[in-house]
């Protein structure tokens, strides 16, 4: 065997372990930024959990957010401030979700959240928070989407009823 095969052979062998640590890589990149995201929306779910916490163990804060999702223009102006940061917060988090989720809106989880919005701003606290200046730190596309939605058979709960 002559010094010219010998260095050829020793090429393929190199190029052929470049291939397989590159598709190692990629595979472990993958594999991370897949744990990243899942740790991320999980996150964001431990937001909202806290919220809905808050909502049935305070009868005050649920009955605030009832009166404030149906007669917004009733709530002093202590209570309208609590209801706002309380509708920015959780659509400041929803957006977070949107985000995460790549913006795939075909994902049922997404589409269901969103929807749930479009209903949310379609009450008159809803509609008084969408028009006030607070949600307006929400991005205009993400503004859109929500509006765009169709939230027609959407039946969460009856957010008329008073607590």
Known sequence: MNWDAIGAVGELVGAIAVLITLVYLAIQVKAMGDMNQKIAIDGTYTKFNDMRQSLFQDPEVASLILNGLNNPDELNSR????????????????????????????????????????????????RAFWQ????????????????????????????????
Do not use: V
């Open 79 to 126: 209570d309208q401030f609590r209801f706002m940061l309380f509708c920015e917060t959780l659509f400041l988090n929803g957006e977070q979700f949107w985000l995460l989720m790549d913006r795939r809106l075909d994902n049922e989880r997404i589409i269901n959240t969103m929807k749930y919005y479009a209903y949310f701003i379609d009450t008159p606290g809803g």
């Open 132 to 163: 006030h200046p607070q949600s307006m730190n929400l991005t205009q596309e993400y503004r859109k989407m929500i509006e765009e939605q169709d939230h027609e058979g959407i039946d969460r709960f009856d957010l008329s009823q008073e607590i």
